[in-house]
């Protein structure tokens, strides 16, 4: 059986090691990825080691069945100088971890994994699925897997060619590197006020930023705080949608008076959050996006202490002001950003006039908008098609895609984040691991 595995980000790899740990002879695993290091993506590509890891270390294991793998990493490499398992580490160093994990799989099984470095720019589905590179080559497997990770972010709304083409508006803020361009007295637009936003808030103190920094989203809420946590024992909620919801606001509003923090209790939702989600009915998934997903987002995916306790600081200084409205528009005229926005509580529109802007609105989820080559031809071919959700591929509940005319494929699959209109939580490590090891299942039963 040939099995390749399109992207070698943690899922990619992660994939990787699974399969080739069942140790089915014959097996052969070919990992195609465009960037120069394995393991690391958008999310552990950064050098910057004050961009940390939003969960602890203790829980970011790379096995389900051993969440305290990537801590004894930590242990074995760093000895008595390791954090402590509740420490949340920077992302640069998971990215060593996840890197290590997967050269040390490629060296124990001699032969089995081959690595082709390049860019895949069509995906062929037929008896086997052939991926097709920039540079001509061609490839074709039994079952091909496709863990293509977050999209880079679409445009925000009202943004005009002008604004995009000035020089001063910077569309990927996972590009660290270009965040060094912004003079540090100058006053810089974040749109967006999630995780991302507090990486680039990080990066600019790091590098001594003074200017103002003006955070915009519709909500205008941050990610809360992460605080020591208790395990809380929880039933699988019952009810509809807003009973669900009511009784956990309820549940966590009488925590304190346990001994517990709201915090336990959403995390003691996460063993049940896949099985909610694929309960509901479509009318329920979109109230659910539509009006709990902000307030789901601060309190499920939050900040380590030292980032929280740093941006309060920089608020309590004034550099940092977050600001809820709605974007208007983003305008460059006479060598000048115009950017226009609804403000909460406020009449009519409010200008702004930044001299940079950074788009923080976090990964695009339409899939029919991306720009990567290999999913904008395989969406326009019909061979794959986004979610009825838009949150990312349409697959079935075992993770095979869905074609652009309803069929199932037989041997192309999806893992990750593209999975999250079937899955809704799937983009953190505790989560796909668990889905990486159950999908090895699927290929090697
Ligand atoms: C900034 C950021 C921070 C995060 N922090 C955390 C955290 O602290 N803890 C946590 O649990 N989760 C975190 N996450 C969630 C993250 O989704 C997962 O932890 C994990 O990194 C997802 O891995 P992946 O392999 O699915 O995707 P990615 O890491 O995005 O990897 C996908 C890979 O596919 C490759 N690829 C895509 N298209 C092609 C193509 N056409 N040809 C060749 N190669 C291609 C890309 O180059 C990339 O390397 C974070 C996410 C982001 C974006």
Not at 63 to 85: C, N, R, S
Not at 200 to 225: D, E, K, M, Y
Not at 399 to 405: L, P
């Amino acid at each position: 059986m040939h099995i390749g595995i399109l992207g070698g980000g943690f899922t990619g790899c992660l994939l990787a090691v699974h399969l080739a740990r069942r140790g089915a002879p014959g097996t052969k695993i070919t990992l195609i990825e465009n960037a120069d290091r394995l393991g690391r993506g958008a999310a552990y590509g950064t050098d910057n080691p004050d961009h940390l890891l939003n969960v602890r270390a203790g829980n970011m294991g790379a096995f389900a069945d051993d969440p305290q793998h990537f801590h004894k990493w930590l242990a074995d490499q760093e000895g008595a100088a390791a954090p402590p398992a509740s420490a949340f580490v920077s992302r640069m160093r998971y990215g060593e971890y996840v890197n290590d994990v997967f050269a040390r799989t490629v060296s124990e099984h001699p032969g089995v994994i081959s690595i082709v470095s390049g860019l895949a720019t069509a995906l062929h589905p037929g008896a086997r699925p052939e991926v097709v590179l920039a540079d001509g080559q061609r490839l074709d497997f039994d079952r091909l897997v496709l863990c293509f990770g977050n999209l880079p972010p679409g445009a925000p709304p009202g943004l005009t060619e002008q604004a995009r083409a000035s020089g001063h508006y910077l569309h990927n803020p996972w590009r660290a590197a270009d965040l060094q361009s912004i003079p540090a007295v100058a006053s810089v637009l974040i749109i967006g006020s999630g995780l991302t936003m507090a990486d680039v808030v990080q990066t600019l103190a790091g590098q001594q930023h003074r200017g103002p920094i003006t955070v915009l989203s519709r909500h205008g809420f941050l990610p809360l705080r992460h605080e020591a946590a208790k395990p809380y024992e929880m039933s699988r909620p019952a009810g509809r949608l807003l009973e669900i919801f009511r009784n956990l606001r309820r549940e966590a509003k009488t925590a304190p008076a346990r001994g517990h923090d709201w915090r336990d209790i959403v995390d003691a939702l996460r063993p049940y959050t896949v099985g909610l989600w694929q309960s509901l009915t479509s009318p329920e998934r979109r109230q659910f996006l539509r009006h709990i997903r902000p307030h789901w987002e601060v309190h499920r995916h939050r900040l380590a202490p030292a980032i929280s306790d740093a941006l309060d600081h920089m608020r309590g200084d004034g550099q940092l002001t977050v600001c809820a409205g709605r974007l208007v528009s983003i305008g460059w005229k006479d060598g000048a950003f115009d950017v226009a926005a609804r403000l909460r509580g406020k009449e009519g529109a409010s200008c702004f006039a930044p001299d940079w802007i950074v788009n923080c609105t976090g990964p695009q989820a339409d899939y029919a908008k991306s720009a990567n080559p290999l999913i904008s031809h395989a969406v326009q071919a019909g061979v794959l098609r986004p979610d009825a959700l838009q949150l990312g591929l349409d697959v079935t509940a075992a993770g095979a895609i869905i074609d652009g005319a309803g069929q199932t494929s037989p041997n192309i699959m999806a893992l990750g984040p593209p999975t999250r209109g079937m899955f809704w939580e799937i983009t953190a490590v505790p989560d796909i691991r668990r889905d990486c090891a159950r999908m090895a299942g699927v290929l090697l039963p």
